[in-house]
């Protein structure tokens, strides 16, 4: 990527790029942030998993919304009107249900989702649009993990901020804790949190989740290696790498893994660096924390919220919890 054509974005998206690849991989063991995952192939290759059968996740927090919409947004509201933000929006597939309950609610709703793929928003935003036209959409290309400027709200309106999918999984406990903190910091009393979770379950289920037979979710790990050969002018071979899926039970998390097949050398030109590889090394790309019943509302209780009943499936494998701002 040649900085004299990036935007402004741009110049901060690749910074921050070359910085985490350069940490990550001159760490022992190595490893590179999730959020990598997520360039505009790599956020289509995330569509796809979640139209997988093994993939239970989202069409487990679809089946609450589809049941619990109108009851979440009534919750959330509390006789006022909505406004809805997003972290992370992505494809904002789920997330029509809630709005279209906030159009059945008060007749038109402001949505604003943030995110770092462009392309997902543009796509996100195009859809909302065509099938809720009641629906203004004020998309923002920006990483709420580094910062989060949410606007100042009319007198009367309160913002409903929805972080769903069990992206929290993705933060090691403190760092979840510090996140949902920076989001409390940005709200202001009235306003509510909806937070999605994945709840612990059996190892068979949670495996076939992370490793689907079709190979999509090898194919969206390796792709972070095709984004690394695109951005940083890396020679990674993305083949030369397997994708392993391990449940850590003592950390009560999900691992993504790229395992070096063979000793071999990258360079990446970018930044004047050479990475070796010994036979079966890994790069550590992904932890997906699952929670125990109860967990969640207590990390929501520690970051200044209030914690309401959460919202669960009857297998009792994901939960959605809404927590307010008093």
């Known amino acids: 990527m040649a900085l004299s054509a990036c935007s402004a974005i741009d110049a ?32 289509q290759l995330f569509d796809r998993i979640t139209e997988l059968p093994e993939y239970y996740l989202t069409r487990t927090e679809r089946g609450i919304f589809l ?18 933000a997003e972290l992370g929006a992505g494809s904002a597939d789920k ?23 462009e392309s997902a928003l543009e796509a996100a935003r195009a859809r909302i649009e065509h099938e809720l ?30 972080y769903i999918g069990s992206s929290i999984g993705n933060f090691e406990p403190a760092a979840a804790l510090h996140l949902l903190q920076t989001v409390r910091a940005a709200l202001r009393p009235g306003d509510a949190l909806l ?20 190979g999509v979710t090898a194919a ?37 893994h790229l395992e070096s097949w063979a000793a071999q050398t990258v ?14 090394e890994r790069i550590h790309t992904e932890n997906s924390y699952k929670y125990q019943p109860g967990q969640a509302e207590t990390l929501l209780e520690q970051a200044g919220f209030r914690p309401d009943a959460p919202w669960t499936d009857a297998h009792g494998w994901f939960a959605v919890c809404l927590g307010r701002v008093e």
């Open 12 to 43: 901060h998206i690749y910074d921050r790029v070359a910085a985490a690849v350069r940490r990550g991989l001159a760490a022992s063991p190595k490893s590179l942030p999730p959020w990598l995952f997520y360039d505009e192939a790599g956020s």
């Open 67 to 84: 049941q619990s919409a109108d009851a979440m947004v009534a919750c959330a509201a509390a006789g006022g009107r909505l406004r809805i």
């Open 95 to 117: 997330t029509r249900l809630l709005l279209a309950a906030a159009v059945r609610r008060q007749g038109a709703v402001v949505y604003e989702p943030l995110d770092v793929s």
């Open 133 to 162: 036209p009641q629906v203004q959409v004020a998309p923002r290309v920006e990483d709420y993990t580094l910062r989060l400027d949410l606007d100042t709200l009319p007198a009367g309106e309160r913002r409903l901020v929805l």
């Open 195 to 214: 937070l999605g979770v994945d709840l612990v379950k059996g190892e068979a289920t949670l495996l076939a989740a992370y490793d689907d037979a079709a």
């Open 220 to 256: 969206f790990n390796r792709n972070l290696l095709v984004r690394l050969n695109r951005e940083l002018g890396a020679d990674f071979v993305p083949e030369a790498f397997a994708h392993c899926a391990v449940w850590n039970a003592a950390a009560s998390r999900m691992e993504m």
């Open 267 to 280: 360079r990446l030109a970018a930044l004047d660096l050479t990475v070796e590889f010994a036979p079966g």
